[in-house]
């Protein structure tokens, strides 16, 4: 399963250079890049571990690159993707935010269905990665 | 500037004589009056009878929609007339239609309940839209000052809100309304639902005309279509919504149906612009307390937004559902099927969209309207368009905007999913080749022709589609056009 989270999930995995396209066209707009990651891909999980603060300063986006590589190297069996922060009035949230690295293999999500009177479903939806503790997911060591 | 018949304002005694009197001389032709920055102004398109002096058509226009009937009474003198007096203090020959003037009319804003759409429409498109000494009026735009406009709560959600909520940031959402828009039973419809959204759309809609009917009721639709929904979460770890339109006849219906939808987790409702301005301000606060996204499909506005010299533009009404606080507006597409000048949709859209718009003849803003604090509204296009369109909608429409393509998705000859994955995919090469700084508009068919290569799906919807178009004049056009000056 691939999960579709971010603005380009449809298309190829993007290629270095592509991904300093989008960055250069963010920082242009004078928004801050950040890199995140993360090994619990559930929707509403909005909170990915930041790799370093947002780079508010950083104007170039070989930068931006070379974070999201070491990004990539140091959690290699994690999701990371980078976001465009914009700060100005009316807007104060992400305007670009697309996954730049997967784990290789992406079991998807389990749909608990919790039956309520009147024909009434509760929905719970839950990675089947996240049956192992965090770090020890995706990958050697994963339970099945 | 039109001068006919001048006539001087008349002393109290006179003014005052039982009988009927010019509204030009019961005070509401006021050419001098400096509207101040906490008067509600707007602008009106009028036609007179052949033999009435557009000036006092203009003072009639103000008079019936604030103080005035149509013969002296001597009550006025118990108030302070003049105050509670609306003034038309503008008056302008609309270019290129003989006959017709843009009267500009300022209001003070004590003569409104605060917060209240149902009290400000009352007064403004009430009786005077039926005065006899016109041939036709129409409401052009408004201008809300910010200390009336802080009176309302606005949408409840907002664009950002909605984004944040949705996961989804930095290109237009995907929806579809589904299709047979009547006679589907819950279970089917269900399965339209989730073949959509898990072929990649965001969202999935209830037509208008979807309520509570024999074919389908309410609870089994609500029920089929969650299930549809949240199969399509699971097998794309995004958050999708299907607009469950919750629409009818009573409030107490409505709350019910709502209620159940947010008890069944869906993100989003939706209503319809026949409920009427209170119950949508109802349900804009009902949203806001449940944390929903308020979704307005706005059936019937065609039957006064359409027609140049009568009517309620469009513009207007779209302001006042941002004060009345709703989060997706249908506004235009342009390229599809239904009513859309470009300039007009463009200045549609920034009324949604801006936190401050400005005067803009050229897209029918004839005041600058701050929007003080209230969230913006997500416009919606929707109605005959398709992929082969993307590089003309990102164009025209922007990246904060839902694009709907229900025909565009359902009809597809590989199947519903495969058609939602075809505008997924046409929308994600469109945004990326835009960001990388493509010239999208020149460049857009070989865009999406390159990105079908990877994608079956799209190169079926671009044979099928990509020759489709709704090429016929709009009647709704804006008045003023560039005048090229020589520099």
Redesign the interface.
């Given at each position: 399963?691939r999960?579709?989270?971010g603005?380009?999930?449809?298309?190829?995995d993007l290629t270095d250079p592509?991904i300093a396209?989008?960055c250069a066209?963010a920082l242009d707009q004078g928004w801050s890049m950040a890199v995140e990651f993360t090994d619990d891909?559930?929707?509403?999980n909005?909170y990915w571990e930041m790799w370093g603060a947002p780079m508010f300063d950083l104007k170039d986006p070989a930068g931006v690159v070379i974070e999201v590589n070491a990004c990539r190297e140091a959690q290699p069996r994690c999701y990371v993707r980078l976001?465009?922060f914009d700060a100005s009035?009316?807007?104060?949230?992400?305007?670009?935010?697309?996954i730049v690295h997967r784990p290789p293999d992406e079991p998807?999500?389990?749909?608990i269905r919790a039956d309520g009177p009147g024909?009434?479903?509760?929905?719970t939806?839950r990675?089947y990665a996240a049956d192992a503790p965090p770090g020890r997911r995706y990958g050697p060591g994963r339970t099945p | 500037m039109t001068k006919t018949g001048e006539i001087a304002p008349l002393a109290a005694k006179e003014r005052y004589k039982p009988g009927v009197l010019k509204y030009k001389q019961m005070g509401y032709w006021a050419p001098d009056y400096e509207p101040s920055e906490t008067d509600i102004l707007a602008v009106f398109r009028i036609t007179p009878q052949d033999d009435v002096d557009p000036e006092e058509a203009a003072a009639a226009v103000a008079g019936e929609s604030s103080t005035a009937t149509w013969t002296v009474v001597w009550t006025d003198r118990l108030t302070d007339h003049s105050h509670y007096q609306a003034k038309a203090y503008r008056l302008e020959p609309a270019p290129g239609s003989p006959g017709q003037y843009f009267a500009y009319i300022a209001y003070d804003i004590d003569l409104f309940e605060e917060g209240s759409i149902a009290n400000l429409t009352a007064s403004i498109i009430g009786n005077v839209f039926g005065f006899k000494p016109l041939k036709a009026l129409r409401l052009e735009d408004m201008r809300i000052p910010t200390a009336y406009l802080k009176t309302f709560q606005g949408p409840p959600t907002g664009i950002?809100g909605e984004?944040?909520r949705l996961?989804c940031?930095?290109?237009p959402l995907l929806g579809a309304t589904m299709k047979p828009k009547l006679g589907l039973s819950g279970r089917n419809y269900g399965r339209v639902v989730y073949e959509a959204l898990s072929g990649?759309l965001d969202f999935t809609k209830d037509d208008e005309n979807i309520n509570s009917q024999p074919f389908m009721h309410w609870r089994d639709r609500f029920?089929y279509c969650?299930?549809g929904v949240?199969?399509a979460?699971?097998?794309?770890?995004?958050?999708k919504g299907h607009y469950l339109n919750v629409t009818a006849a009573t409030m107490e219906d409505m709350y019910e149906r709502a209620e159940f939808a947010r008890?069944?987790?869906s993100v989003i409702v939706m209503i319809d612009l026949v409920i009427g301005y209170t119950a949508i301000q109802s349900m804009a606060k009902w949203a806001r307390r449940n944390d929903m996204i308020l979704h307005l499909h706005r059936a019937g506005h065609s039957t006064y937004t359409r027609q140049k010299a009568h009517g309620v533009s469009f513009r207007v009404i779209a302001k006042w559902m941002r004060m009345a606080g709703v989060d997706h507006i249908h506004a235009g597409t342009v390229v599809g099927k239904l009513e859309g000048d470009p300039n007009v949709v463009r200045g549609i859209y920034d009324t949604c969209r801006?936190?401050h718009v400005p005067k803009n003849l050229e897209h029918g803003i004839f005041f600058d309207q701050p929007w003080a604090s209230l969230k913006?509204m997500m416009p919606v296009a929707s109605g005959g368009i398709h992929a082969g369109q993307m590089h003309q909608l990102l164009t025209y429409l922007g990246e904060d905007v839902v694009l709907q393509f229900g025909g565009g998705t359902i009809g597809h000859p590989m199947g519903i999913s495969a058609g939602a994955?075809a505008n997924?995919?046409a929308l994600?090469?469109m945004?990326?080749a835009r960001?990388?700084?493509r010239d999208i508009w020149n460049e857009g068919p070989d865009i999406l022709v390159q990105?079908a290569r990877?994608c079956a799906p799209l190169r079926a919807a671009l044979d099928t589609w990509a020759h489709v178009t709704f090429d016929f004049a709009s009647t709704d056009s804006v008045d003023f056009v560039p005048t090229p000056t020589a520099s």
């Amino acid at each position: 399963m691939r999960l579709t989270q971010g603005q380009f999930s449809f298309l190829p995995d993007l290629t270095d250079p592509e991904i300093a396209a989008q960055c250069a066209y963010a920082l242009d707009q004078g928004w801050s890049m950040a890199v995140e990651f993360t090994d619990d891909p559930h929707p509403r999980n909005v909170y990915w571990e930041m790799w370093g603060a947002p780079m508010f300063d950083l104007k170039d986006p070989a930068g931006v690159v070379i974070e999201v590589n070491a990004c990539r190297e140091a959690q290699p069996r994690c999701y990371v993707r980078l976001l465009a922060f914009d700060a100005s009035k009316g807007f104060e949230t992400l305007r670009m935010s697309f996954i730049v690295h997967r784990p290789p293999d992406e079991p998807g999500f389990e749909l608990i269905r919790a039956d309520g009177p009147g024909r009434n479903i509760g929905y719970t939806l839950r990675p089947y990665a996240a049956d192992a503790p965090p770090g020890r997911r995706y990958g050697p060591g994963r339970t099945p | 500037m039109t001068k006919t018949g001048e006539i001087a304002p008349l002393a109290a005694k006179e003014r005052y004589k039982p009988g009927v009197l010019k509204y030009k001389q019961m005070g509401y032709w006021a050419p001098d009056y400096e509207p101040s920055e906490t008067d509600i102004l707007a602008v009106f398109r009028i036609t007179p009878q052949d033999d009435v002096d557009p000036e006092e058509a203009a003072a009639a226009v103000a008079g019936e929609s604030s103080t005035a009937t149509w013969t002296v009474v001597w009550t006025d003198r118990l108030t302070d007339h003049s105050h509670y007096q609306a003034k038309a203090y503008r008056l302008e020959p609309a270019p290129g239609s003989p006959g017709q003037y843009f009267a500009y009319i300022a209001y003070d804003i004590d003569l409104f309940e605060e917060g209240s759409i149902a009290n400000l429409t009352a007064s403004i498109i009430g009786n005077v839209f039926g005065f006899k000494p016109l041939k036709a009026l129409r409401l052009e735009d408004m201008r809300i000052p910010t200390a009336y406009l802080k009176t309302f709560q606005g949408p409840p959600t907002g664009i950002v809100g909605e984004r944040e909520r949705l996961n989804c940031y930095g290109r237009p959402l995907l929806g579809a309304t589904m299709k047979p828009k009547l006679g589907l039973s819950g279970r089917n419809y269900g399965r339209v639902v989730y073949e959509a959204l898990s072929g990649g759309l965001d969202f999935t809609k209830d037509d208008e005309n979807i309520n509570s009917q024999p074919f389908m009721h309410w609870r089994d639709r609500f029920l089929y279509c969650m299930e549809g929904v949240n199969k399509a979460n699971a097998v794309s770890g995004e958050i999708k919504g299907h607009y469950l339109n919750v629409t009818a006849a009573t409030m107490e219906d409505m709350y019910e149906r709502a209620e159940f939808a947010r008890d069944l987790g869906s993100v989003i409702v939706m209503i319809d612009l026949v409920i009427g301005y209170t119950a949508i301000q109802s349900m804009a606060k009902w949203a806001r307390r449940n944390d929903m996204i308020l979704h307005l499909h706005r059936a019937g506005h065609s039957t006064y937004t359409r027609q140049k010299a009568h009517g309620v533009s469009f513009r207007v009404i779209a302001k006042w559902m941002r004060m009345a606080g709703v989060d997706h507006i249908h506004a235009g597409t342009v390229v599809g099927k239904l009513e859309g000048d470009p300039n007009v949709v463009r200045g549609i859209y920034d009324t949604c969209r801006e936190t401050h718009v400005p005067k803009n003849l050229e897209h029918g803003i004839f005041f600058d309207q701050p929007w003080a604090s209230l969230k913006k509204m997500m416009p919606v296009a929707s109605g005959g368009i398709h992929a082969g369109q993307m590089h003309q909608l990102l164009t025209y429409l922007g990246e904060d905007v839902v694009l709907q393509f229900g025909g565009g998705t359902i009809g597809h000859p590989m199947g519903i999913s495969a058609g939602a994955t075809a505008n997924r995919v046409a929308l994600e090469a469109m945004v990326k080749a835009r960001t990388e700084g493509r010239d999208i508009w020149n460049e857009g068919p070989d865009i999406l022709v390159q990105a079908a290569r990877s994608c079956a799906p799209l190169r079926a919807a671009l044979d099928t589609w990509a020759h489709v178009t709704f090429d016929f004049a709009s009647t709704d056009s804006v008045d003023f056009v560039p005048t090229p000056t020589a520099s």
